[in-house]
């Protein structure tokens, strides 16, 4: 498992060995102030790109785990791309699910938050 700290972030490599961690880890993240950072390898499993794939980071501005669902806050800019719809970019609220899928844990998919794993402890 790769990892580095900055002091105030952690930057986490997700493997199948801690995806089962990484939305309890981020819950732990916003607790301690630190909003996460994220990896999107494949944006095609989320709903609102209606099958477009781009990879690309987002950050995360509220996690439900009643309902289990996670705000994503997406950057995407379609004026950089031509004949790509704007809806893209924003606030958009995803099932759990789906969000893991589309940081398609096996590649190169990273996590920047404030971590509670003791292996990951300073």
Do not use: Q
């Not at 952690?10 to 994220?38: L, Q, W």
């Not at 996670?70 to 995803?94: E, R």
Request: glycine share 8%; proline share 4%.
């Amino acid at each position: 498992m790769n990892h580095y700290k900055t002091g105030i972030y952690d930057a986490v490599c997700i493997t199948r060995y801690n995806v089962d961690y990484i939305i309890s880890d981020m819950g732990y993240s916003f607790e301690k102030g630190y909003c996460p950072i994220i990896t999107l390898n494949d944006t095609s499993e989320l709903s609102y790109y209606e099958g477009a794939s781009y990879s690309h980071w987002v950050t995360i501005s509220r996690i439900d785990d009643i309902n289990k669902t996670i705000t994503v806050v997406d950057p995407f800019n379609s004026d950089l791309f031509v004949n790509t719809p704007s809806n893209y970019g924003g606030s958009h609220t995803v099932p759990y699910d789906e969000f893991l899928e589309a940081i398609g844990v096996g590649g190169d998919c990273w996590v920047i938050l404030k971590t509670t794993h003791p292996d990951w402890a300073a």
